[in-house]
């Protein structure tokens, strides 16, 4: 197979890497590039362990090809450390321990930061439908949901 060149945007740092053209994006990310945040869980996007931020909306890393990302804007949770919902949104999670093992935190991260970083003031259904492609199987929820409420509310 043809290798493609392709570049984007990584965290705010241009990137340039030969993929195959069957290349899935989050194993460019992780055993290439070395960003290890998104997780490989189901590879089906059924989980979101694999969530990162592409073109400013969240995508399951999981099923997009590499090539796809030629050109685009991405952000894993590497990235968005600087971004100021991200930083209240992880005070909060842990002032509420709303994860246990982990594993979800950074698919769970991103999408609760691109929903703040649209709506400030999402209501308890908006946070709800925002994560909920986001599997978190230790927490049952509560303590995830009290987090993003109270950095919604500034608490």
């Known amino acids: 197979m043809k290798k493609h060149n392709i570049e984007f945007k990584l965290n705010n740092e241009t990137v340039s890497i030969n993929v195959e053209p069957n290349d899935i994006l989050l194993d460019v990310l992780r055993c290439k590039l070395g960003v290890k945040s998104p997780k490989v869980g189901c590879d089906r996007g059924d989980c979101g362990t694999c969530t990162i931020i592409m073109n400013g909306k969240t995508a399951r890393s999981c099923l997009v090809l590499a090539v796809e990302a030629d050109g685009a804007e991405l952000v894993t949770l590497e990235g968005a450390n600087s971004r100021p919902w991200t930083k209240k949104l992880q005070k909060k999670f842990h002032e509420k321990n709303a994860f246990q093992c982990g594993f979800c935190a950074p698919g769970v991260i991103l999408s609760a930061t691109e929903l703040l970083e649209k709506n400030s003031r999402p209501s ?15 927490t049952g929820y509560t303590p995830i949901l009290e987090a993003m409420e109270e950095a919604a509310r500034g608490k």
């Open 124 to 138: 308890k259904r908006e946070i709800k439908e925002a994560i909920a492609g986001n599997l978190c199987r230790c």
